[in-house]
T-cell receptor, first 111, second 111 residues
Framework: SQQGEEDPQALSIQEGENATMNCSYKTSINNLQWYRQNSGRGLVHLILIRSNEREKHSGRLRVTLDTSKKSSSLLITASRAADTASYFCATVKGGSYIPTFGRGTSLIVHP | NAGVTQTPKFQVLKTGQSMTLQCAQDMNHNSMYWYRQDPGMGLRLIYYSASEGTTDKGEVPNGYNVSRLNKREFSLRLESAAPSQTSVYFC??????????FGPGTRLTVT
């Protein structure tokens, strides 16, 4: 069963715009991760945020975590056509090391 | 480094046939995983291996068996394929951190 649920399911934007996708989860976590999947490829790890962190940056990526609301957001700034992909959040519960993946957000960036 | 490799890339089986999906990693990771990905379902864990010599069931193990041949290799076997096993199968590995590294996937169709 999915622990994390991404929202929206699909997002279509123009190049240069920012893209924001959200992830909500149900139980307390140790950490939350975001992965990207290009069409026909495997998932690639983007960023991990621990439960005691509120915000993390990596290049054009910004991830926030609100444990009181059990939610996270991934912001991609100044999107490029190459950012077109599906993005998945994955949660790791306390006492475990295995992530549980959501259903993903499909992002299309139009050039 | 090749990372995580999977063979074959594509496979078509008839109902009742058997096959083994192969996975190997060259990152000296202890943990290895098998997932299936179906449209709208995200990734679901089939089996995992925390270390050489151990295997455990995931969320959807029925109809599958696994073998952790050594630290590098983790295979997934379908003894009697069913149309419900039509899916994309991903192998992943993980080291001391929580992030996972994925192979390119095997696209399996069972007719």
């Amino acid at each position: 069963s999915q622990q994390g649920e991404e929202d929206p399911q699909a997002l279509s934007i123009q190049e240069g715009e920012n893209a924001t996708m959200n992830c909500s989860y149900k139980t307390s976590i140790n950490n939350l991760q975001w992965y990207r999947q290009n069409s026909g490829r495997g998932l690639v790890h983007l960023i991990l945020i621990r439960s005691n962190e509120r915000e993390k940056h990596s290049g054009r990526l910004r991830v926030t975590l609100d444990t009181s609301k059990k939610s996270s957001s991934l912001l991609i700034t100044a999107s490029r056509a190459a950012d077109t992909a599906s993005y998945f959040c994955a949660t790791v519960k306390g006492g475990s090391y295995i992530p549980t993946f959501g259903r993903g957000t499909s992002l299309i960036v139009h050039p | 480094n090749a990372g995580v490799t999977q063979t074959p890339k594509f496979q078509v089986l008839k109902t009742g046939q058997s096959m083994t999906l192969q996975c190997a990693q060259d990152m000296n990771h202890n943990s290895m995983y098998w997932y299936r990905q179906d449209p709208g379902m995200g990734l679901r864990l089939i089996y995992y291996s925390a270390s050489e010599g151990t295997t455990d069931k995931g969320e959807v193990p029925n109809g599958y068996n696994v073998s952790r041949l050594n630290k590098r290799e983790f295979s997934l076997r379908l003894e009697s394929a069913a149309p419900s096993q039509t899916s994309v199968y991903f192998c992943a590995s993980g080291g001391g951190s929580y992030e996972q590294y994925f192979g390119p996937g095997t696209r399996l169709t069972v007719t």
